[in-house]
């Protein structure tokens, strides 16, 4: 079973907009939650994480927002452009196996 | 450095054939990953390698085969292929944590 659970499945954002993914999971022995981007034909790359002792974090036009007591997580990609479109992974680890939601495919229109 | 580097890119096989895709990392790290992606069903493990000598199974290891060569070197064989198989294969490693991977650039492999 899947021990991270990520929605939406797709979402199509204009230029300029807000682009938004969620992710929860059960296991409250995670204590590490990074996101992997994924351009198509390449391998994931790592974009941005959080430790759950903060409930956000912020690198250029990433934002990760982190709720404990919801044992949710969330991306968001402010400012979207056409070079955003990719696939985007949450992920939980707990110095263990890394466990990897299902994914997100944005698509920017320009 | 060309970080995590896999062979071949692409690869078809029909069933019953046996393969090994390779992977290397110049990064000196000591966890190495093996895993599949499907549509749809995210990246699930296949096998693991926290330090060389030492190799464990993942998520879905079954009809796969590992050897950690060395601390450079994982590689993943598939004994007698099936169409279930058809996937596309990431290697990755990390060195500080799991959550931290640096992931090669994959092999298609299709099996008929």
């Known amino acids: 079973q899947q021990q991270v659970k990520q929605s939406p499945q797709s979402l199509i954002v204009q230029k300029g907009g807000i682009s938004i993914i969620n992710c929860a999971y059960e296991?409250?022995?995670?204590?590490?939650f990074p996101w992997y981007q994924q351009f198509p034909g390449k391998g994931p790359a790592l974009l941005i994480a959080?430790?759950?002792?903060?409930s956000e974090k912020k690198e250029g036009r990433f934002t990760i927002s982190f709720n404990k007591s919801a044992k949710q997580f969330s991306l968001h990609i402010m400012d979207s452009q056409p070079g955003d479109s990719a696939t985007y992974f949450c992920?939980?680890?707990?110095?263990?196996?890394?466990?990897f939601g299902a994914g997100t495919q944005v698509v920017v229109t320009p | 450095n060309a970080g995590v580097t896999q062979t071949p890119k692409f690869q078809v096989l029909k069933t019953g054939q046996s393969m090994t895709l390779q992977c290397a990392q110049d990064?000196?790290?000591?966890?190495m990953y093996w895993y599949r992606q499907d549509p749809g069903m995210g990246l699930r493990l296949i096998y693991y390698?926290?330090?060389?000598?030492?190799?464990d199974k993942g998520e879905v290891p079954n009809g796969y085969n590992v050897s950690r060569l060395n601390k450079r070197e994982f590689s993943l064989r598939l004994e007698s292929a099936a169409p279930s198989q058809t996937s596309v294969y990431f290697c990755?490693?990390?060195?500080?944590?799991?959550?931290?991977?640096?992931f090669g650039p994959g092999t298609r492999l299709t099996v008929t």
């Open positions: 990755a490693s990390s060195e500080a944590r799991p959550g931290e991977q640096y």
């Open positions: 296991n409250t022995a995670f204590d590490y």
């Open positions: 959080i430790r759950p002792d903060v």
């Open positions: 992920a939980a680890d707990s110095w263990g196996k890394l466990q």
């Open positions: 990064m000196n790290h000591n966890s």
């Open positions: 390698s926290a330090s060389e000598g030492t190799t």
